[in-house]
């Protein structure tokens, strides 16, 4: 940066540009923070679901999954929970709103005896609104 000594007949002009560089490096910044935070932010249990051929629902924007895993083994989100703790592990994921819907979620292998002893965990729990998840198929029968 150079400086120009003022002589008596110049006078100081101001310049009236913004610095728009720090304002472009904080973005970039939050950017790929977003895009490494984002995939995070799924559940990320892998389980062998189903297909279903009814029309896909509009998804909550903070959906509560319950999962039953093959070795019927229960987790709430990215949590394990046991049978006995299942209403307040509940209570806490959906800050006990017993009208919050909950998403049941069941590998293929889990028998429907044992999908309607979680089922009725969740009634006794107070949960009765209950959405079944199983994958989108396009196969009409």
Not at 69 to 76: E, Q
């Amino acid at each position: 940066m150079s400086i120009r000594m003022a002589r008596e007949e110049d006078d100081l002009v101001e310049t009236h540009e913004i610095n728009v560089t720090p304002f472009i490096d904080v973005m970039l910044v939050l950017l790929i923070i977003f895009m490494v935070a984002a995939p995070l932010a799924t559940v990320d249990i892998s389980v062998d679901l189903p297909s279903s051929t009814a029309e896909t629902q509009p998804r909550p924007e903070k959906p509560v999954f319950l999962t039953v895993k093959p070795d019927l083994s229960l987790t709430i989100g990215d949590d394990v929970v046991s049978r006995n703790a299942l209403a307040p592990a509940l209570e806490a994921a959906t800050a006990g709103n017993h009208d919050q819907r909950i998403f049941l979620r069941a590998d293929k292998v889990v028998s429907y005896g044992d999908l309607m002893a979680v089922m009725n965990a969740l009634r006794s729990a107070g949960y009765l609104k209950v959405a079944l998840v199983g994958m989108q198929s396009d196969e009409q029968h």
